[in-house]
């Protein structure tokens, strides 16, 4: 009865689902009836046993046979997929692996390198589609110069390291970039980030045979008695180290300045990017510049080695004490040799005002009379033990981050607004006599003497000491071109245009007036004006747009003029035009206080009778041809004056202020926009 029903139950869902047409035939129905019952009872066992009131014979379940199944088919085989798979699983561990390598072996010189090749590519492409008076894909050409701009300063940002490095020498000569490059590149001088302590401490480790810091200088980070003291939280960081404040246990205080440690890794693969960089541009755009790359990479590679710095600064050392006129007004900080490496240098800590604070250096002096500023003539700093309890407990409470250098300030008095007293000729005086003793008397120049590498301090006199810093990027040069130098400077300001002439052939330059200008930092007029000349008679007629073309392509044969030569030319004076644009700058921001053309013109004279390599003869009629040029740079002096008396009643700036004007009026010409202030601060 069961099985009965079950059969029926069945026979009804099947024949309710059918379409109301098929019911209305009774055969239809049988029919399908039949054949549903039929196939259900091959699923349902369970109407199998009621066949014969189904009125269809027994037929047991039984598998197919391989004959009714029919021919086999081969599975389908997915070859390409599976080659593109194991090629891409290949390449993911590849670019994994290397990527791991180059993290850990070449800290991200080999990433840092092709984001170079990729940015230097594009900005390349850009230029050579783009460099036209209407640009291919629009804008102008100003649009071109100003995301160029911003996708170097980015590159340089991101790579870091000596990267920032090449930026800054490229922001010190942007005054001949085009002022979208001028304005990005003026940022290149904020401070880098700097490393953690425990990275900077391996190099340490690394440097001195893995001794620890509290070994190697006697330090304690918790204070102890007779020990001495680190900051572990850097004072100034830079963009290939960074410099910590310490007190040693004999009461020396020092400043330990740390190669970062990513730093040895990628310089061989940051400088041979910037050769390879270089040399696309010189094939690309036609200019001689890779003929420099050598010199510049050496005195790079130069500036990560502390040992060198050392040299350089005791070198500086031994000539500024041998100078009488320059003994008691400049102040070199001593170096400890026992405590130096290639990667760490220590020195005597300075306490002084940064040149680019002109508040602190002018304002009324409230140290009281006959004193001078902490640490004067390398007098020991004080440190009392009211500073060591105060050190002690900065080193409990905020430690990693201490500070705890006292603040010797007393001479600002109560309210901080005090001053050093000191007039800014006075310290321009003795700056330009420093760096014009290291071009044309000594040879031995430094070229990064910007604001942040000066301190200023007050001697107990009430007289200007300068301090100069970082000694890393020297420039040695020869004495045959010591001399030529400084006869060509001595020859700009009498307007000796044969000796110019004739110096400029020697160097391998076709454009001595363009020459002359750039030397001069303003408008050479003695010259013929031939290479002016010609340019404002191609620009006559033209539209701004073509005019601002054409001037830009007669800048870029401008240099190709000045560099014609590239055997002949002397590469010193890359960083010896650094060295000179600085100084100007210097003495522009302080108030152009002095005149700094007539004291570069008197040294270089001056140099030419005092050279003890020239013959007695020669030298004799050089010291009566300097008498004769003291009056040819009264000249010069009138012309000061006028500027300063001008500048006084509020008519105009000083002599620089005069200068640059005139340099940018000279310079439109050329297809260059001066803008000065790139180099404030």
Known sequence: MFRHGVAKLYSRQAVSRQPLEVRNGSLAVRSFVRRNLSSRARRFPLTQTRSIQMHTPF?????????????????????????????????????????????????????????TFGTGLFVALDYKLNFRPEPITGGTIEDLHRRSAERLFELLRANGGLYLKIGQAIAMQSAVLPPEFQKM???????????????????????????????????????????????????????????????????????IKLQKPEIAKQVGWDLWAFKVVTRIYTWWFDLPLYSLVPFITERLMLETDFESEARNSEMMRQLVNSEPSLRNKVYIPKVYPEFTTRRVLVTEWIEGVRLWDKAATSGRWLGGTGVGSPGVHGAQLQFSQEDWEAARRELRLNPYKEKLKPDRDTWKGRNGKGGLGLSS????????????????????????????????RRLPSGKAELVLIDHGLYVYMSPKFRHQYALFWKSLLTFDNKTIADITKEWGIKAPDLFASATLMRPYEGGDQSTRGHIMKELKGKTPSERHYEAQQRMKQGIREILSDEEKWPQELIFIGRNMRIVQGNNQFMGSPVNRVKMMGNWASRSLFQDPNLPWRERMANAWRHLLFKTVLFATDVAFYTFKVRQWLGWGGGMEDEVEARMKSMAKDFGVELQHEVFEG
Not at 441 to 453: E, F, L, R, Y
């Open 185 to 255: 590149f003026a940022r290149m001088f904020d401070d880098a980030p700097q490393d953690e302590w425990r990275a900077v401490e391996k190099v340490i480790r690394k440097d001195f045979g893995g001794k620890s810091v509290e070994e190697v200088f006697g330090v304690s980070f918790t204070g102890e008695e007779g020990k001495g003291l680190m900051e572990r939280r850097a004072r100034a960081s830079a963009s290939v180290a960074q410099v910590h404040w310490a007190r040693l246990p004999d009461g020396r205080e020092v400043a």
């Open 59 to 115: 037929e047991p379940l039984r598998p197919p046979s391989p004959s009714s199944l029919g021919k086999p088919k081969a599975a389908r085989e997915f070859k390409r997929s599976r080659k593109w798979g194991r090629r891409l699983l290949i390449v993911s561990l590849a670019t994994g692996a290397v990527y791991e390598i180059d993290k850990y072996a070449f800290a991200q010189g080999i990433g840092r390198s092709l984001l």
């Open 425 to 456: 000729k006075e310290v321009m005086t003795t700056m330009v006599d420093l760096f014009s003793a290291q071009i044309f008397k000594w040879g031995v120049v430094h070229c990064d003497p910007h604001p942040g590498n000066i301190f200023i």
